[in-house]
């Protein structure tokens, strides 16, 4: 038992300290734990060019320092690994393939490369990886947008809101103890889906349960919360910015910045962050809830 935790240790740190892993299972929950693209180098013991690119590419500085910073690497023998050889269709060998920590092709290349030619696929395809986490609109569906809306419309009649005269006004109200109505924020955040959580998998955070839709977000989650959930416990940060005044936004007019989910209440409020990002993220409040009386936002 001893023997077998330690290989994993050595395994998990290899490729921190920018070294090749050659388990696959391992290197596949490191790239979670990470949030970093997963590296898939396939080769076998009879391939010349295999061993060619490994003695001018794949061990050179260049290439390792990528390792633990942009990507996690694995080495898989593909004699040893038929499953995996079929499940992401190599047909010639070397064959390299970049997936996204949950297991989306980003970018893949065939045959032997030269260091610079390889180089430049690491990073496109960590650059490509690390843009759509960045800043991006949250992204629904025609489908789920249109559902989205008749909520939100049969909601507004429920709660008899009437539009607002000029200037705007919201009220302020406690955000929903479901967050993200009821959305994984773990699959929005690594996949940008906008898959529905279950009960089973759930786990309050400042107040708001969130749903996951697996025991494995689920770990996540619990590990790093903040990671995931909305900002500001999805207020809208201009309003906040603006008005001091805690209005919980809609899922319907999200963004990422930074790594981070804002939520805003409409697309005008959202477009104003977009202009001076840096300002509205950085609002420092007090938001807390006062369960025994319902909501107190300060």
Not at 84 to 96: G, I, M, T
Not at 192 to 200: A, L, M, V
Not at 230 to 242: A, H, R, S, Y
Not at 269 to 293: A, C, G
């Amino acid at each position: 038992m001893t023997i077998t935790f330690s290989l994993i240790v050595m395994s998990l740190n290899q490729s921190l300290a920018g070294e090749w892993m050659h388990d696959f299972r391992a290197a596949q929950k490191l790239s979670q734990d990470k949030d970093l693209p997963l590296l898939l180098h396939f080769h076998a013991s009879w391939c010349g060019p295999c061993h060619q690119m490994d003695r001018t590419v794949l061990n050179t500085k260049a290439v390792k320092n990528q390792f633990g910073k942009r990507v996690i690497a694995v080495k898989i023998d593909s004699d040893e690994h038929q499953n995996l050889v079929s499940k992401f269709n190599v047909r010639s060998l070397p064959s390299d393939v970049l997936l996204t920590p949950t297991g989306t092709i980003i970018s893949r290349t065939d045959g032997m490369q030269p260091q610079n030619t390889y180089l430049s696929f690491l990073g496109r395809g960590a650059s490509r990886y690390e843009k759509d986490r960045r800043v991006y609109l949250a992204r629904e569906s025609k489908q789920e947008l249109m559902q989205r809306k008749n909520k939100q419309e049969q909601f507004e009649e429920t709660d008899d809101i009437k539009p607002p005269a000029e200037p705007k006004t919201y009220v302020a109200r406690m955000p929903s103890k479901i967050g993200l109505e009821g959305y994984s924020p773990v699959s929005l955040t690594r996949d940008r889906k906008w898959e529905k959580g279950q009960e089973e998998f759930s786990w309050p955070y400042q107040g708001i349960t969130y749903l996951l839709s697996s025991r494995t977000e689920l770990e996540l989650f619990k590990n790093d919360p903040g990671r995931y959930a909305p900002q500001l416990l999805g207020c809208d940060p201009v309003i906040l910015n603006k008005k001091d005044r805690a209005i919980p936004g809609n899922t319907k007019y999200g963004a990422y910045y930074d790594q981070n989910l804002y939520l805003f209440v409409d697309i005008e409020s959202r477009e104003e962050f977009k202009k001076n990002p840096d300002r509205f993220s950085r609002t420092m409040h007090v938001l807390k809830f006062k369960l025994s009386d319902g909501a107190a936002l300060r």
